[in-house]
Structures are given as structure tokens and as C-alpha cells.
């Protein structure tokens, strides 16, 4: 791998070096070898070799500098004051295939300055969910963490029972999230111009060439955070703790823990068992996103040339692009053009699947059943279940927009959109019933099951053999998906 480990260079203040704790008898769960490619770590015999034992806190190679991070945050819209690392460490920074920097941070680590109540580790349900889920994210197109791999041990942790604890080697374009810059501007403020030349040299170098590098920097992070969750919202993702400190500088999705994809859709959708007034439902993500960066900017205010009238700027284009960017992956999804026609039957649509809770993912799927019927008997399977599924008035409903909708795929190119349509509308999500069976399976020591759902995942756009009916069932109408804890 090629090494360059700089935030260990930073002013100490911003973080603690230690090495993790090990966890006893660490074992293997899976090994993503698609990350280790990327990384280079397929590529050095010690790294392949002892992966179990580095992931299980045993092992430290020379070239890692293992430290945790101090940041802030606001939780819940309320400042929570300083979080950080609490059972995570970074380990090592690296530049991947394409030359792209890595964070490589061991969650489930053991316990740092910052764990404040905590105890430093991680369970298997929890380490699951989060490698499916960043493998799945990441195979979808959508900026996210992933994951080298994941172990379980002999060390018996506490959440709402007992249960194996476990440790996950996250890999991320970077682990700097907003509540980093919260943090510096309460205890530490002197260091706000190093850490953001820092953040634009590592993240943003083509901010350099801007006659105002920082304004070009806090503009691509506003314009980056649109994007992503416009993404998700296209995808029917919710992240469920959206605080300041679980965004990143990047625009890539970090920090699963309540998450879920959408499966009867849903707008008001809370997917957080611990979000009793909904304020991260699916629907509330565009503008609790515009409020994380609302609170986040004005702390460059610090620094020279950076007035209110100048952070406002910054911030204006967060609508326009996520509008934009949602707009026109919604017509994609339905095989349109970008235009105003196209967003009319879009809509439409959503009303139908809202007011008849169909199946988010499938009745998206199930369009090609409509469109091509030939070529696509899965698709059109689908649109059968779909239909069956409404009411009398809702039949009518659907027939009167099918008809409007075909004619508008025909005025464009039927071939156009049938392709567009493969590519947006995926056949399988990380489903929270399909994590659930591989998560059963594991603790009883079995990870075929967590391999499966990683094969099938890894192709998410393509019908598979090795699927089965319960990777694309839903739940029946009258039971609510079910919330998730921070711990599941």
C-alpha cells in the first residue's frame, strides 16, 4: 500500500495516538477483496496474511499510526459539546488505486479518551449491518464508506443482552466530519486556518486554482452533501442520525447505525427507534442536511476575507443542486427526460405508491414489466404483485397514468429508456429482514449467509440465481417497517 498517513502530522490537540485493544480470539467473518485490490493491501503478503489478527487489535504493522480522532457535533439539533473516537481508531491513510485518499479506521477498537460512558467496542449485529451496508451503498453508485472486512471474537460485550464482540476495518475517502470544525472553533480555534488548509490541500487540491480557495472549498462541500443525499433519496436510503458529527467533508455517507432502505414507501418514514419527533424521517433528510451546513459555516467566519454575506453564498447552492440532481435521477428512474412533463408523472407516481404503500424498490423495478413485457418476465412479475395489490379507484388511477406514461416513454426512445431504467432502478436493496438472516446465521457461527448477501449485493442492478423470493418480499401493509436502534 502506498502510505500517507499526514493527520498524525496535525497539532496533537486534535487527537490521541494508541494502538487498539485486542479483542480475544478474533476470527474471520468476510473479506472484501474488491476493497483490498483498491487499497493495495491485496498486494503485500503480511497484510493478506495476518488480516484477522490486524482487524482483531493483535496485530499493528510498522506503517500504521494508529490514533482517535477528537471532534463535536450537534445531536438531535442540540450541541452535544465533544464526542470523537470512542471506540474507533484510525489506523493508517493510504492512496488507492486511482491515487484517491483512504482512511483505514478499526471500529470496535476498544477504549479511547473519548468514549466517554461507552466501552469501546462493537457487536457482530451492529459490524454486520454496517459492511453490508457500505458494500451496498458503494455497489449502488452512491458515495459511501466500505469495508476491508470484518472479525468476531471471544469478547463478550454488553448492549441490551451479550453478545461476541466484533471489530470492522472501515474504509473512507476521509473521516473528517463537520464536527471536527465544531470542535476546533470551541476548543481550539487557533487552529481553524491549519486544519482548513488541510482539509482543502488533502481533499479539495483543485480548490487551489480558485481565486478564493476556502469559498470553493465550502462550496464543493454544500454542493457535495446535496448530491449525496439526493442519492439517497432516490434510493429510498435513510440514514437515521444525521448529527453533524456523522457528515462528512466529502459528501460520502459514513456512520451506519439506525439506517434502512425503504420498503413500503413512505415519506414519513422514521427508520431511528431513539427519533421520537421524526426530525430524521426520509422526508426530513434534504433539510436537515441544509441545517447541519448552516450551523457548520459560520465558524469559518474566523477566518480572514470569510464574512456572513460570503458563507450565504456559499450555502445558496445546496437547493438548486440537490433539486437538480434529484429531478433528473427521478426522470431516469422512470426512463424520461429531464423536463417538466417527465416530473409530472414522476410525482404522480410517488403519490400512487404513497397512497397504496406499494413496495418502493420493486414498483420502480416493475416499470420495465410495463415497458419491454417481452424482455423482462421478472419485471413484469412484479407488476402483477403490484397491481394486485390496489384498490378498485387505485386501478383505475394506475391505468389512466400508465397510459400517459407509455406515450411519454414512446415520444422519446423506448430503447434510451429501458436502459436507463436497469441502471437507477435496482432489483436489490439491503433489505433489513435479509440483514437479519445473515446476522442470525453468523451468530451462530455460519457466515455463508453474510456472503450470499454480499454476492448479491455486488451486482444490485441484475436479476440473480442465487436470490431467493424472501431478498425482494415485502412486508404485508398492515406491519410497519421496523425502527432500528444505534446498536442493531
Excluded at 113 to 139: F, K, N, W
Excluded at 170 to 184: F, M
Excluded at 221 to 228: D, I, L, Q
Excluded at 332 to 361: C, V
Amino acid at each position: 500500500m502506498r502510505y500517507q498517513n499526514t493527520y498524525v502530522n496535525l497539532d496533537t490537540r486534535l487527537y490521541h495516538e494508541q494502538p487498539p485493544t485486542p479483542l480475544d480470539t478474533p476470527r474471520a467473518g468476510h473479506f472484501n477483496t474488491q476493497v483490498a485490490q483498491q487499497l493495495g493491501w491485496a498486494d503485500n503478503e503480511d497484510l493478506m496474511t495476518n488480516w484477522v489478527e490486524i482487524l482483531g487489535g493483535q496485530y499493528v504493522p510498522s506503517d500504521f499510526k494508529p490514533l482517535a480522532m477528537a471532534y463535536a457535533g450537534h445531536q438531535f439539533g442540540q450541541w452535544a459539546g465533544q464526542l470523537g473516537d470512542g471506540r474507533g481508531l484510525l489506523m493508517a491513510q493510504v492512496l488507492d488505486s486511482n491515487g484517491q485518499p483512504q482512511d483505514l479506521h478499526l471500529k470496535g477498537a476498544g477504549l479511547t479518551p473519548y468514549s466517554r460512558m461507552g466501552d469501546g467496542r462493537a457487536v457482530l449485529r451492529s459490524t454486520i449491518r454496517e459492511y453490508l451496508c457500505g458494500h451496498a451503498l458503494t455497489q449502488l453508485g452512491i458515495s459511501s464508506s466500505n469495508a476491508l472486512g470484518f472479525v468476531v471474537s471471544d469478547t463478550r460485550v454488553r448492549r441490551e443482552r451479550i453478545e461476541a464482540g466484533a471489530a470492522l476495518m472501515r474504509v473512507a475517502d476521509s473521516h473528517i466530519r463537520l464536527g471536527h470544525v465544531e470542535w476546533i472553533a470551541s476548543f481550539a480555534p487557533d487552529l481553524l486556518g491549519e486544519f482548513t488548509d488541510y482539509m482543502i490541500d488533502t481533499y479539495y487540491p483543485e480548490c487551489r486554482d480558485s481565486d478564493a480557495p476556502i469559498v470553493a472549498f465550502l462550496t464543493s462541500v454544500v454542493e457535495r452533501t446535496a448530491r449525496m443525499i439526493a442519492d439517497w433519496q432516490l434510493i429510498g436510503f435513510a440514514h437515521g442520525v444525521m448529527n453533524t458529527d456523522n457528515l462528512s467533508i466529502t459528501g460520502s455517507t459514513l456512520d451506519f447505525g439506525p439506517f434502512g432502505f425503504m420498503e413500503r414507501f413512505n415519506p414519513a418514514w422514521i427508520n431511528n427507534h431513539s427519533d421520537h419527533n421524526g426530525r430524521y424521517a426520509y422526508q426530513n433528510q434534504p433539510a436537515i442536511g441544509h441545517w447541519n451546513l448552516n450551523v457548520w459555516l459560520p465558524h469559518f467566519m474566523r477566518l480572514q476575507g470569510i464574512s456572513r454575506e460570503t458563507l450565504s453564498e456559499c450555502l445558496a447552492p445546496y437547493e438548486a443542486t440537490f433539486m437538480q440532481h434529484y429531478q433528473q435521477g427521478l426522470c431516469r428512474k422512470l426512463g424520461l427526460p429531464h423536463q417538466s412533463e417527465s416530473l409530472s408523472l414522476a410525482f404522480e407516481w410517488l403519490t400512487l405508491l404513497e397512497d397504496n404503500l406499494l413496495d418502493y424498490t420493486n414498483s420502480f423495478r416493475a416499470l420495465l414489466g410495463l415497458v419491454a413485457p417481452n424482455d423482462h418476465p421478472y419485471e413484469q412479475k412484479l407488476l402483477t404483485t403490484m397491481t394486485t395489490e390496489l384498490s378498485s379507484d387505485a386501478k383505475q388511477v394506475w391505468q389512466d397514468w400508465s397510459i400517459r406514461y407509455l406515450a411519454q416513454v414512446e415520444q422519446s426512445s423506448t430503447e434510451q429508456a429501458i436502459n436507463d431504467m436497469q441502471t437507477n432502478n435496482p432489483v436489490y436493496v439491503l433489505r433489513n429482514s435479509m440483514a437479519q438472516r445473515a446476522i442470525t446465521a453468523a451468530e451462530q457461527g455460519q457466515f455463508e449467509e453474510v456472503d450470499r448477501v454480499y454476492r448479491l449485493l455486488a451486482n444490485p442492478y441484475h436479476v440473480q440465481d442465487i436470490a431467493t423470493d424472501l431478498d425482494t418480499s415485502t412486508p404485508a401493509p398492515n406491519i410497519p417497517q421496523m425502527p432500528i436502534s444505534c446498536s442493531s
